[in-house]
């Protein structure tokens, strides 16, 4: 894309007459040296001026990014690259008022050393989701001196396998061009990108016998495609049409390429051996060792990597993935994910097979590997060169005592974290976790630490964790906690105030600094909880009590209330104010519902029906609090679901998908097994059309019980859960509403 003409002058124009200063910074930066190739990254060559390429990069697709980032104020940034040396990545901030040079190895890391003059001179925040911009004066500040900054890590990886299916399935391209420029501005350089990996599948079995017309009944609709490419189930949520395959494929490749043009890694999906039902009935010389079943669904299928067949279908599966999507350094695959089956096939010679037929289509290729449960296992590392793997870890900062060297036999890893599950909105993170093992970690004698890796289940939530985690990667000593939030406190609105550093103060001694006891995120709420007087939580492997004091929350609240007026039409005050005023009055359902259960055993007609009034009253307001904003409204994910339809049945298939993965998540085996309301989240119609509902039937049923003295009704949830799946209605897709008098509202209720 080019770059749009400023209104003083072409870019063209500027980079012409800023030579002489962009060759004044390069002359300040370190000398530069050869670098040794990293493992799914570029290795930049001469330096040029602005709008030269380097080693096949442009500064010209970070202009363009900064073009649809700060429309208002790109005409005042010189973005020059220089060549990467043996350290690794840096980007330098000079220039004067109105005049902001940045140099960077890649265009990526010139976005990443715009982000810091954002956040550390001009004093704002532009994070996922929420931005303080709209403070920015016209003429941009001067930074004080040279700012550089190197990346400690080559890896700074990001997405997690379940991101397409929690918050990707139903984006549309401006959606993903917003994400890889804002997981750009946050200094990532490797990528997961899981959109249209289906279609190589499609093509690749096509020639081994099977119709396209089985091969779509066997790929699971969107948000589900996840799990079937972690070969944990099939089907569910389809059949996909062509055209939706093709539809995918296509915005795949774009994001693939918009990646490259950023210098970033894209990381594909490889193949490890999943293959469609009756694989040897079409191919006998396919061994196959059948997977058993994971959460209520029976898992397809692997493919014995010893065997004859195993490197012509990857190589199958390689070809049609380069023709759809392109090539690249990086394959991000799992073996025997989440208790796979091995059979007889020994592990370690397993893992070599495939290794090899990665080598095979993609020479010198890294596998990528999710350090989660038991993988990977030291009977994989065995029977493979390891410095060939990078494990992206999930558990980092889970529990104490893990030593990742010693565990993955020296291993490169990258520190990761899981910071949200399912797509939940609960706020929270260990967060001094990170801080005080990341530098740790990375500098102990005989570190295999080589990146960081942001793994949210999906993203578009808890913005600071976003910030802090991925700027451990380009910090020169080790993070001080509490000041890393009282700054942060101070740009997230576009101006010092001394209520916003104590209500993130509250937040960072509450939500964000929780331990790592066994969990990586805060519990969720009963709201959205399947109903019961004992339930302790809505998503069956979630924790099942307050991992922080509640109170901490409703004190940030009362200090966002006070905020000063002039910073409260930030974007991201408005989306912070709402989602910590959702926060507390959803720890507020821990109190109340011990409570309506008191009543319930007292059989105490009277309390009980006053503590299902509050309960009722709770939900309701906090219905109206989410709808004044966008993105804690239902309507979008729904209408997404329904745009990538090409006709009314494949809308209906499409919006099941989309309503049934937050609800029941799959069908009545996988639902009950422990998979319904996984996914749940404080969404404005969810809430209203759903979540509530649910309570209000099953409290009229225990006022019934209280009245006729006969036991509860059984209700069966899962029929009534999923006949809300299939219905079409919509839901509002604009905000309405008051956030800062509804914000009021919930905090006085709280003190009532």
């Not at 209104?7 to 200063?21: D, E």
């Not at 940034?77 to 008022?97: H, I, K, M, N, P």
């Amino acid at each position: 894309m080019r770059p749009p003409i400023s209104r003083a002058r072409s870019w063209a124009a500027r980079s012409a007459c800023s030579l002489a200063l962009c060759a004044t910074v390069l002359t300040a930066l370190p000398s530069p040296a050869p670098a040794a190739a990293e493992p799914g990254a570029p290795v930049a060559g001469a330096a040029g001026a602005a709008g030269m390429p380097v080693a096949g990069y442009s500064a010209g697709a970070a202009r363009a990014a900064l073009a649809r980032l700060l429309p208002r104020h790109a005409d005042q940034f010189e973005l020059v690259l220089t060549r990467r040396t043996a350290s690794g990545d840096r980007f330098a901030v000079t220039g004067s008022a109105g005049r902001i040079v940045v140099t960077g190895t890649t265009p990526a890391v010139l976005l990443r050393g715009v982000h810091w003059y954002l956040s550390y001179t001009a004093g704002v925040d532009l994070g996922s989701p929420g931005d303080s911009l709209s403070a920015l004066p016209a003429r941009l500040p001067a930074p004080s001196g040279t700012i550089s900054r190197t990346a400690s890590v080559p890896h700074r990886f990001a997405l997690n396998d379940t991101d397409d299916g929690y918050s990707g399935a139903y984006r549309d391209w401006a959606s993903y061009e917003r994400q890889i420029d804002l997981l750009a501005l946050h200094g990532v350089n490797e990528v997961f990108v899981q959109m249209g990996a289906e279609a190589a599948y499609h093509a690749a079995f096509q020639e081994f016998g099977y119709t396209g017309a089985e091969l779509r009944k066997w790929i699971p609709g969107p948000a589900h495609q996840p799990w079937w490419l972690m070969q944990n189930m099939s089907s569910f949520g389809g059949p996909v049409t062509e055209q939706l395959i093709e539809r995918r494929a296509a915005l795949g490749k774009r994001i693939v390429d918009r990646l490259r043009e950023l210098g970033m890694t894209p990381v594909l999906p490889g193949y490890f051996g999943t293959v469609p039902p009756g694989f040897t009935d079409r191919n006998p010389q396919g061994r196959v060792v059948p997977q058993g079943r994971w959460i209520g669904f029976t898992r397809p299928d692997w493919l014995d990597p010893r065997g004859p067949l195993f490197p012509r279908v990857a190589e199958a599966f390689y070809r049609h993935q380069a023709r759809l999507l392109g090539t690249t350094t990086m394959y991000k695959m799992d073996l025997l994910h989440e208790g796979g089956n091995p059979g007889d096939v020994p592990v370690g010679e397993a893992a070599a097979r495939v290794l090899a037929s990665l080598d095979a289509s993609r020479p010198g290729a890294t596998w990528v590997l999710l350090g989660w449960q038991r993988n990977p296992k030291a009977e994989l590392l065995a029977g493979v060169d390891t410095s060939r793997l990078l494990v992206v870890d999930g558990l980092s900062d889970r529990y104490d005592g893990l030593d990742r060297e010693t565990a993955w036999a020296g291993t490169p890893y990258a520190f990761g974290t899981i910071p949200n599950f399912g797509g939940h909105t609960t706020i929270g993170a260990n967060t001094s976790v990170w801080t005080e093992r990341f530098e740790a970690w990375r500098t102990k004698p005989g570190s295999a630490l080589r990146g960081i890796a942001f793994l949210p289940e999906a993203t578009s939530a808890n913005p600071v964790t976003f910030s802090l985690f991925t700027e451990l990667a380009w910090g020169a000593a080790p993070a001080d906690h509490a000041g890393w939030f009282a700054r942060y406190a101070a740009r997230r609105y576009g101006s010092p105030d001394p209520h916003a550093a104590k209500a993130w103060e509250w937040l960072r001694q509450g939500p964000y600094g929780t331990p790592s006891n066994g969990w990586s995120e805060s519990q969720d709420s009963l709201f959205t909880a399947r109903p019961s007087l004992t339930v302790r939580t809505a998503a069956s492997w979630g924790p099942k009590s307050m991992r922080y004091e509640a109170a901490t929350v409703e004190r940030a609240l009362d200090e966002l209330l006070r905020v000063a007026p002039a910073l409260r039409s930030t974007d991201a005050y408005r989306f912070d104010l709402v989602d910590t005023a959702r926060q507390a009055l959803t720890n507020r359902s821990r109190v109340l519902l011990p409570r309506i259960k008191a009543a319930y055993e007292a059989k105490d007609l009277a309390a009980f029906r006053a503590r299902a009034a509050e309960w009722r009253r709770s939900m309701e307001l906090l219905d109206a609090v989410l709808a004044t904003d966008r993105r804690f409204l239902l309507g979008p994910w729904l209408e997404g679901a329904r745009s990538w339809g090409r006709s009314d049945q494949e809308r209906a298939t499409l919006e099941f998908d989309a309503r049934s993965l937050v609800t029941t998540w799959g069908h009545r085996a996988g639902s009950e097994a422990g998979l319904h309301d996984y996914a749940n989240r404080e969404w404005s119609g969810l809430v209203s059309g759903f979540y509530a509902p649910r309570w209000s039937a099953y409290l009229d049923s225990l006022e019934t019980s209280l009245v006729t003295g006969r036991a509860p009704a059984a209700i069966d949830w899962f029929s009534w859960e999923n006949a809300w799946n299939l219905r079409r209605d919509s839901y509002p897709v604009t905000p309405k509403g008051d956030p800062v008098a509804l914000a009021t509202r919930v905090r006085d209720a709280l003190r009532a």
